[in-house]
C-alpha cells in the first residue's frame, strides 16, 4: 500500500493489512481484518468508470481446464496426498500469533510451484477451535479468509465465542490461516518497514504534473523492490496458487469436499477454487462479492471501486448532515464536503500531531466507505478539529509504527497477487486518462487508488490471464451469495456477476445499506441466511431480500471512545485498514 494514504508507497494499514483493518461485521470485536479492496462494477447509480485500454482488456480468458494446467493439476493431487498422510500436528500458538487457548495452531506445506510439486515448498500457518457441539453433530471444518488480498485469517476461530457464531461453532472446526505470503506464511516484503510508515503524507485530489512524476518514480521502485525482496518465488504469489493452497489445505484437515466462507477478496480465489475444484465443494458463502469479470480483473474494478466510493462518501456526509446538532458540521452534504476540506487544509499546513497529514486523513475517512460503524467517530474527529480540538483526530489517524511491519507485508502481497493475477496497462498515459476523466465525478478515491496500484504497470514479472470463473448446472451443491446494495469495496454488481456465474447459487441482498461485510454486521436476516446454509445447506428457493440494518446513531461511545482513539489508523486505499478496538469489556459511559 502506499504510504498512508497518499503519498509513500507503504501506506499503514496495519495497522490490519492493506488499510489499516477494518473489521468484520460481528467478528470486529476479535481483532484486525483485512478486506479486500478490489473490486467489481459500480452499482445503478455509480458513476461508470472508463474504458479501461484495449490491449489488457482484449486478452482471452483462461478456461478452467487451462488454468489448471496439467502439470499444475498433477501437482495440486500430489500436494494433497501428502498433505492429506501428514496431517496437521496442532498445538499451543506461537506467542508470535497472539491467539490465547482453546485456539491452537499449526502448519500445511504446500508447492512453491505446482509445476513441480518435488521442488521448493512453503508452510502455511492454520489456527482452530473445534467444534463445541455433540461429536456426532459435527459437521466438519468451515475455514474462510477475509480478503486482501494480503489479509490474515488467523484470528478467526476467536469467534466461537461470539454469539451470532455460537451454533454454526458448535457444528463445525473454525479454521483460520495466512495465505502464502502473509504473517508467518513465507512472508512476503517489498521495502523496509520505515520507509513504509513515513508520514505525513500527500493525497492530492487532482494532482499536478510533478506529483505524478514523484508517483511514478515511487511505483517503479517498489516494484523492484519486490522483484529485489522475492527474487524467482514472486510470479508464485497469485490467485490460481491461493485457489490450490486452499484445496491442499481441505486435505490436510482430512475433508473430502470444502466448507469455505470467503468475505471480500476471499470470494474471488474462493469463486476460482469452485471453478477449478467443484467437485471438491460441500458448501461455500461468498460475502460482499468481487465481480470475477475477467476482463475487470484487476484493473477496470479498481477504476469501478473508485467509482463507487465516492456515492458511499455522499451517503456519510448526508448522514452528519442530518445529525448536524451533534457534530456541527453542515446542514447538507455540500456543507459537510466543505468542512472536511477544511480539515485537509488545517493539516497540509501543519500536520497534526506533527503525523497527520492529507494523506493520513484521506487513509482514515476511507474507512467510512468500508463501514458506517465508522461514521459517528469520524464526524466527531472532523467536528473536534474544526474547533480547535485536533486530539481525537490523531488518535484516530496517525500512523502505527509498531504495526509497520505487519502492514508494508500485507500491502506486499496485496501488490503481488493483483500484479500477477492478470494484464495491466503499461504505459502512464492510459492511467493518467483514464484516472483524470474518473476523477472529475469520483475525486475522492481516485486518484489515492490509482498510486496504490501503479507498481503494476512496471511489474517485473510475468502476468497470468485471468480464469473464466464460471460452473455448469449440476456441478455445484448450492452455494450462497451475500451482497449490500451500496457496497462500495465490492460494487454490487459483481455479486450479480458471480451469481450469473456460479450456477446453482443463491443471492441474498441488504438493500439500502452499504457495509463491507454483510454477515454479523447487525442483519439479522443476513444472520439468519448464513447460519441456515451453513446448518443445514438449504439456500433460499429465490433471490432474497433483507432490509438495511439499523443506520448508526450518534452516542456517547463514539464521542467518548470512537473520537479518542478506536478507529482505523493509517490506511491505504481499500486493502486493508487498521482498525483499534476498545478492550474487551469496555463500556460506553452512561
Known amino acids: 500500500?502506499?504510504?498512508?494514504?497518499?503519498?509513500?508507497?507503504?501506506?499503514?494499514?496495519?495497522?490490519?493489512?492493506?488499510?489499516?483493518?477494518?473489521?468484520?461485521?460481528?467478528?470486529?470485536?476479535?481483532?484486525?481484518?483485512?478486506?479486500?479492496?478490489?473490486?467489481?462494477?459500480?452499482?445503478?447509480?455509480?458513476?461508470?468508470?472508463?474504458?479501461?485500454?484495449?490491449?489488457?482488456?482484449?486478452?482471452?480468458?483462461?478456461?478452467?481446464?487451462?488454468?489448471?494446467?496439467?502439470?499444475?493439476?498433477?501437482?495440486?493431487?500430489?500436494?494433497?496426498?501428502?498433505?492429506?498422510?501428514?496431517?496437521?500436528?496442532?498445538?499451543?500458538?506461537?506467542?508470535?500469533?497472539?491467539?490465547?487457548?482453546?485456539?491452537?495452531?499449526?502448519?500445511?506445506?504446500?508447492?512453491?510451484?505446482?509445476?513441480?510439486?518435488?521442488?521448493?515448498?512453503?508452510?502455511?500457518?492454520?489456527?482452530?477451535?473445534?467444534?463445541?457441539?455433540?461429536?456426532?453433530?459435527?459437521?466438519?471444518?468451515?475455514?474462510?479468509?477475509?480478503?486482501?488480498?494480503?489479509?490474515?485469517?488467523?484470528?478467526?476461530?476467536?469467534?466461537?465465542?461470539?454469539?451470532?457464531?455460537?451454533?454454526?461453532?458448535?457444528?463445525?472446526?473454525?479454521?483460520?490461516?495466512?495465505?502464502?505470503?502473509?504473517?508467518?506464511?513465507?512472508?512476503?516484503?517489498?521495502?523496509?518497514?520505515?520507509?513504509?510508515?513515513?508520514?505525513?503524507?500527500?493525497?492530492?485530489?487532482?494532482?499536478?504534473?510533478?506529483?505524478?512524476?514523484?508517483?511514478?518514480?515511487?511505483?517503479?521502485?517498489?516494484?523492484?523492490?519486490?522483484?529485489?525482496?522475492?527474487?524467482?518465488?514472486?510470479?508464485?504469489?497469485?490467485?490460481?496458487?491461493?485457489?490450490?493452497?486452499?484445496?491442499?489445505?481441505?486435505?490436510?484437515?482430512?475433508?473430502?469436499?470444502?466448507?469455505?466462507?470467503?468475505?471480500?477478496?476471499?470470494?474471488?480465489?474462493?469463486?476460482?477454487?469452485?471453478?477449478?475444484?467443484?467437485?471438491?465443494?460441500?458448501?461455500?458463502?461468498?460475502?460482499?462479492?468481487?465481480?470475477?469479470?475477467?476482463?475487470?480483473?484487476?484493473?477496470?474494478?479498481?477504476?469501478?471501486?473508485?467509482?463507487?466510493?465516492?456515492?458511499?462518501?455522499?451517503?456519510?456526509?448526508?448522514?452528519?448532515?442530518?445529525?448536524?446538532?451533534?457534530?456541527?458540521?453542515?446542514?447538507?452534504?455540500?456543507?459537510?464536503?466543505?468542512?472536511?476540506?477544511?480539515?485537509?487544509a488545517g493539516v497540509a499546513r501543519e500536520p497534526a500531531g506533527g503525523k497527520v497529514g492529507p494523506g493520513q486523513l484521506h487513509a482514515a475517512m476511507l474507512g467510512v466507505g468500508y463501514y458506517d460503524g465508522y461514521w459517528a467517530p469520524r464526524a466527531a474527529a472532523l467536528s473536534a478539529y474544526l474547533q480547535g480540538d485536533p486530539e481525537p483526530l490523531i488518535s484516530q489517524a496517525a500512523p502505527r509504527t509498531g504495526a509497520a511491519a505487519s502492514g508494508e507485508n500485507g500491502n506486499a502481497v496485496y501488490t503481488a497477487v493483483e500484479c500477477n493475477d492478470a494484464p495491466w496497462p503499461t504505459e502512464w498515459p492510459v492511467w493518467d486518462r483514464d484516472n483524470s476523466a474518473l476523477a472529475v465525478q469520483a475525486p475522492f478515491e481516485t486518484w489515492d487508488n490509482a498510486f496504490m496500484n501503479l507498481p503494476c504497470a512496471y511489474w517485473p514479472a510475468p502476468r497470468q490471464r485471468p480464469l473464466d470463473v464460471r460452473t455448469a448446472p449440476g456441478q455445484l451443491p448450492p452455494t450462497l451469495i451475500l451482497a449490500a446494495e451500496r457496497d462500495a469495496a465490492t460494487p454490487y454488481e459483481g455479486a450479480l456477476e458471480l451469481h450469473r456465474r456460479l450456477s446453482g447459487s443463491a443471492l441474498v441482498t441488504e438493500r439500502d445499506a452499504g457495509t463491507h461485510g454483510v454477515s454479523g454486521g447487525g442483519n439479522p436476516c443476513a444472520d439468519a441466511h448464513l447460519e441456515t446454509y451453513l446448518l443445514t445447506g438449504k439456500t433460499p428457493a429465490a433471490p432474497a431480500e433483507c432490509a438495511p440494518h439499523p443506520e448508526p446513531t450518534p452516542s456517547a461511545w463514539s464521542r467518548a471512545y470512537g473520537a479518542r482513539g478506536y478507529g482505523v489508523r493509517g490506511a491505504g486505499y481499500g486493502r486493508q485498514s487498521t482498525v483499534s478496538t476498545p478492550p474487551a469489556g469496555a463500556r460506553p459511559p452512561s
Not at 458513476?47 to 499444475?72: F, K, L, N, Q
Not at 508452510?123 to 463445541?132: G, K, M
Not at 467437485?279 to 458463502?285: E, I, L
Open 1 to 344: 500500500m502506499r504510504a498512508a494514504a497518499g503519498a509513500k508507497y507503504g501506506a499503514l494499514r496495519y495497522g490490519r493489512p492493506r488499510f489499516g483493518a477494518l473489521r468484520y461485521g460481528a467478528l470486529s470485536a476479535l481483532g484486525s481484518l483485512v478486506l479486500s479492496a478490489l473490486v467489481a462494477a459500480p452499482a445503478d447509480g455509480a458513476t461508470p468508470a472508463p474504458t479501461a485500454p484495449t490491449a489488457p482488456d482484449a486478452a482471452p480468458a483462461v478456461s478452467p481446464a487451462a488454468a489448471a494446467g496439467a502439470a499444475e493439476a498433477r501437482g495440486v493431487e500430489i500436494a494433497a496426498a501428502r498433505a492429506q498422510a501428514a496431517g496437521i500436528a496442532f498445538a499451543a500458538c506461537p506467542e508470535a500469533e497472539s491467539l490465547p487457548a482453546p485456539v491452537t495452531c499449526g502448519t500445511v506445506t504446500v508447492p512453491l510451484d505446482y509445476a513441480e510439486p518435488e521442488g521448493r515448498t512453503i508452510s502455511l500457518t492454520v489456527s482452530r477451535v473445534p467444534a463445541s457441539g455433540p461429536a456426532g453433530r459435527r459437521q466438519g471444518a468451515l475455514v474462510f479468509n477475509p480478503g486482501g488480498p494480503g489479509a490474515s485469517g488467523m484470528y478467526f476461530p476467536l469467534a466461537a465465542e461470539v454469539d451470532q457464531w455460537k451454533r454454526i461453532a458448535a457444528a463445525y472446526d473454525l479454521v483460520g490461516y495466512a495465505p502464502r505470503g502473509v504473517g508467518r506464511s513465507a512472508p512476503l516484503s517489498c521495502q523496509g518497514a520505515a520507509e513504509y510508515a513515513k508520514a505525513p503524507t500527500q493525497a492530492p485530489t487532482h494532482p499536478s504534473a510533478s506529483y505524478k512524476r514523484e508517483r511514478i518514480a515511487e511505483a517503479k521502485a517498489y516494484a523492484r523492490g519486490c522483484a529485489e525482496h522475492a527474487g524467482d518465488a514472486l510470479p508464485h504469489y497469485n490467485s490460481l496458487n491461493n485457489a490450490r493452497d486452499l484445496d491442499v489445505l481441505r486435505a490436510a484437515l482430512g475433508e473430502p469436499r470444502l466448507t469455505f466462507m470467503g468475505a471480500s477478496y476471499g470470494t474471488y480465489y474462493g469463486a476460482v477454487y469452485a471453478t477449478l475444484f467443484p467437485s471438491h465443494v460441500r458448501r461455500m458463502v461468498f460475502d460482499s462479492a468481487v465481480d470475477p469479470t475477467p476482463d475487470r480483473v484487476w484493473y477496470r474494478n479498481n477504476l469501478a471501486q473508485s467509482a463507487a466510493f465516492e456515492r458511499r462518501w455522499a451517503d456519510f456526509r448526508a448522514w452528519a448532515a442530518r445529525h448536524d446538532a451533534t457534530y456541527h458540521l453542515g446542514t447538507d452534504a455540500a456543507q459537510v464536503g466543505r468542512g472536511y476540506e477544511r480539515v485537509r
